[in-house]
């Protein structure tokens, strides 16, 4: 599945978002892949929670940002 950025950085979180919460299927059988294209993926006050078989990869090593908002507790973050 491959994400875009949008015209705006929480376009690209809402885009995100919506490509992962799609996936209604995935299995070790059925494996994903959610390639984000370069670009910031605004998340504002959600978090990405992936869901099992499914792979997420960017378009290379500072291309590609997912950030959110910062987060009260240590054992919860962005992804």
Not at 42 to 60: H, Q, T, W
Not at 68 to 73: C, E, K, L, M, T
Request: net charge negative; proline share 6%.
């Amino acid at each position: 599945v491959v994400v875009s950025p949008g015209a705006s950085a929480s376009a690209g979180g809402a885009n995100l978002l919506a490509a992962l919460a799609g996936i209604a299927d995935p299995s070790c059988a059925n494996p994903y892949l959610l390639k984000l294209e370069p670009g910031i993926y605004d998340l504002g006050d959600a978090r990405l929670d992936m869901k099992p078989c499914v792979d997420i990869e960017g378009s290379g090593e500072q291309t590609t940002t997912i950030q959110a908002n910062g987060r009260v507790s240590l054992l919860s973050g962005t992804v």
